[in-house]
């Protein structure tokens, strides 16, 4: 029996296994982060932290991944984010106690925004100026982050072009542009820090598109064919990742009262005119909410959703041309008594 015994104990007695204890550590530190970090979770609604759970029900976090960031705080990163609909969402991420950093081209424009956030909501706001064109705009923003102790957490790609008018009258460059920054510099920020909210288990993207990404657009057809890659894109990878805890949607809102339209000239068209127009503000509250809600496809308003459901029910032959019409560049204002609608 005796020799029985200690045939049985040999084991625990010889020496440790050193890649298990070296490992230990590290894997008891990542778990101490990992709870720290859903901390604050304990004082979210029922209903979000149910979300959560929900979202994260087939989330692996890993234990190096964690404690890479252990010593930095989590930041909403917003492309696009001195004016307009990107400049609603930093101040609605703001408001929910997110810190936050833009980024867009004009240094003035992007500090002056950055500023106002801080003010009006109390958080840490970077000004980060760059095109987010650029091949090293991902680690240009990793290393800014990280030099003022942050991680990227929520990526927000709202940087955005249009082109309004016949296809065959934009030019090579034109097009070019607006493809690198619509599709190829949001796919190159939404593979750069995928990778890193899948690893950790939590955070998310944010993929503003269009709701002309769910349609053919004649007159603004570059436009619309990137926003339709946004939205396919950006639903696949939502799919591809459900239940590993990283919210993925694309934001496809109708017209919305800012700059945009009138820059690409297109602010006396049809559709300026005849179709309700959500504001900014209005647009980011919706977002947030589908965002936490853990939608992949959000469409924000009342007569948003209405035109959504026409689009799939309308064919195509009556559909095109009606667009067409709507979206066609016009030089003199339809009806002398519309006011412009500028947000």
């Known amino acids: 029996m005796a020799g029985r015994a200690q045939r049985a104990e040999g084991p625990s007695s010889g020496p440790p296994d050193r890649k298990g204890s070296s490992l230990l550590p590290l894997a008891l530190a990542a778990r101490v982060c990992y709870h720290h970090s859903l901390r604050k979770t304990k004082d979210r609604p029922l209903l979000r932290r149910l979300i959560d759970l929900w979202l994260a029900r087939n989330a692996q976090p890993s234990a190096a991944a964690l404690e890479a960031v252990a010593h930095l705080k989590p930041m909403t990163v917003i492309t696009g984010g001195s004016r307009g609909i990107g400049f609603a969402l930093a101040r609605r991420f703001a408001k929910a106690g997110n810190d936050v950093a833009l980024i867009a081209r004009h240094a003035d424009a992007l500090e002056a925004a950055a500023a106002a956030v801080a003010r009006e909501r109390h958080v840490k706001a970077l000004a980060i100026a760059m095109d987010v064109t650029d091949a090293d705009a991902p680690q240009r923003i990793d290393a800014h982050l990280a030099a003022n102790g942050f991680y990227p957490e929520t990526l927000v790609n709202c940087a955005g072009v249009g082109l309004s008018g016949p296809f065959v009258e934009h030019t090579e460059e034109a097009i ?168």
């Open 176 to 343: 070019s542009y607006l493809l690198e920054v619509n599709s190829v510099a949001l796919t190159r920020l939404t593979r750069h820090f995928l990778p890193g909210l899948l690893a950790r288990g939590k955070g998310g993207i944010i993929n503003v598109a269009s709701l002309g990404g769910l349609v053919p657009g004649p007159n603004q057809a570059a436009y619309y064919a990137s926003k339709a890659y946004v939205v396919s894109l950006t639903r696949a990878i939502a799919t591809e990742n459900a239940g590993r805890g990283v919210r993925l949607m694309a934001l496809a809102p109708g017209p919305v009262n800012t700059g945009f339209h009138r820059a690409m000239g297109a602010e006396l068209s049809f559709y300026r005119q005849l179709m309700l127009a959500l504001s900014a503000e209005q647009t980011a509250r919706a977002a947030y909410r589908g965002y936490v809600l853990g939608c992949h496809l959000l469409v924000p308003g009342v007569t948003g959703k209405l035109l959504q459901i026409a689009l799939w029910i309308i064919p195509h032959a009556l559909l095109l041309p009606i667009i067409g019409w709507l979206l066609r560049r016009r030089e003199e204002r339809p009806w002398s008594d519309t006011l412009d609608k500028e947000a």
